[in-house]
């Protein structure tokens, strides 16, 4: 899988495309978003009152083993 911080899918279409294809992971797109909060330029200190940076990232390793082992997932995945 190749890492998500080039070009990062844009619409939550592309990013399900791009799991689904293999393209990039949750754990990548969780990072990617992660970076984008913690960014002191961006607006993720004024959006965000907590942050569960570990709870996301077991989430996301989740839905990867799910879907590595071929389970059906929900669009939002």
Request: proline content about 8%.
């Amino acid at each position: 899988m190749s890492a998500v911080s080039s070009a990062p899918p844009s619409t939550i279409r592309e990013a399900s495309a791009e799991l689904a294809d293999g393209r990039c992971s949750s754990v990548e797109l969780t990072e990617e978003a992660l970076r984008r909060i913690a960014d002191p330029a961006g607006q993720g200190r004024h959006s965000f009152i907590r942050l569960f940076r570990e709870t996301a990232l077991a989430e996301a390793r989740s839905w990867d083993a799910l879907r590595a082992a071929g389970s059906p997932l929900p669009p939002l995945a």
